[in-house]
């Protein structure tokens, strides 16, 4: 079955996604790390599956972790797939050697969803392929230039709650310029379908930014990537001052101290 990430509640706080690389920096300063986010009860993980083959989404810090990361894909379904609701981030050069369906029959049973980093020419073929298997297959959409042709055709992916990410920056890492334009594309995706699970990320890195996003009533999450391993090979302590700063702000300020438990 696959496992959805819990719905935002009214008046609960913002849901944060940890992207991680496996492995990285070294396995024990890793499992420290991993350690550390766990307590801070994240909505769901996004663990990187280590491959070469990334776009120009992926940004220097992540290309590198994911050059230097030792872990193979066995032991990442076995160690990772543990952690869940979770989102296994593919790669294209994995995809390539191993193939469509050997890749995402190693990965079921152990992971809820898989993410995309390209852009697949055959995106239908892919959702297909996932639900055969009891994946979920992540929506990638541009959270400022949402178009309606973006929303129909999300429309029969919505019946099978899968869930939608809304990028804020055009790389990870990069600057994000979200606002008025995120908060439509989100409230419209809502009106869509109320069980898609609507996270946001890409340029996502600072408190402030974590505060603003969380007055969007309708995203559920953010997803934290970059500015995390950039912290990674600082230590645990780095990792749990920063995320620590970001669970505070993501609490909703529509609600003051007083936060719901999610359902």
Not at 63 to 78: H, K, Y
Not at 85 to 111: H, I, K, Q, T, W
Not at 125 to 148: I, M, Y
């Amino acid at each position: 079955m696959i496992r959805i990430p819990p719905r935002r509640t009214p008046g609960s706080a913002l849901g944060l996604i940890p992207f991680l690389v496996p492995g990285w920096p070294t396995p024990e300063s890793y499992a420290e790390a991993l350690e550390c986010l766990r307590a801070h009860e994240p909505v769901a993980y996004e663990f990187a599956v280590p491959s070469g083959g990334w776009t120009s989404r992926t940004n220097e810090v992540i290309a590198r972790s994911l050059s230097e990361s030792t872990r193979g894909l066995d032991e990442l379904t076995a160690l990772e797939g543990r952690r869940r609701p979770n989102v296994a981030v593919l790669y294209r050069d994995l995809a390539v050697e191993l193939g469509r369906e050997v890749l995402l029959d190693r990965l079921s049973g152990c992971f809820d969803h898989v993410m995309l980093e390209w852009e697949a020419a055959d995106l239908e073929g892919w959702q297909s392929a996932c639900n055969a298997r009891d994946l979920g297959l992540v929506r990638t959409l541009d959270g400022l230039t949402l178009t309606e042709e973006e929303v129909r055709r999300l429309s029969d992916a919505a019946s099978k709650s899968c869930i939608v990410y809304l990028t804020c920056a055009t790389a990870t890492g990069g600057t994000s310029i979200g606002g008025p334009e995120l908060r439509e594309a989100a409230e419209r995706l809502r009106a869509l379908s109320p069980d898609l699970f609507i996270m946001a990320g890409f340029g996502i890195r600072t408190a402030e930014q974590v505060r603003a996003l969380a007055s969007i009533g309708a995203l559920d999450a953010v997803a934290i990537g970059t500015a995390l391993l950039e912290r990674m090979p600082l230590g645990v302590g780095a990792v749990e001052r920063y995320f620590s700063a970001l669970a505070a702000a993501a609490q909703s300020p529509l609600t003051g101290s007083h936060v719901r438990r999610r359902s």
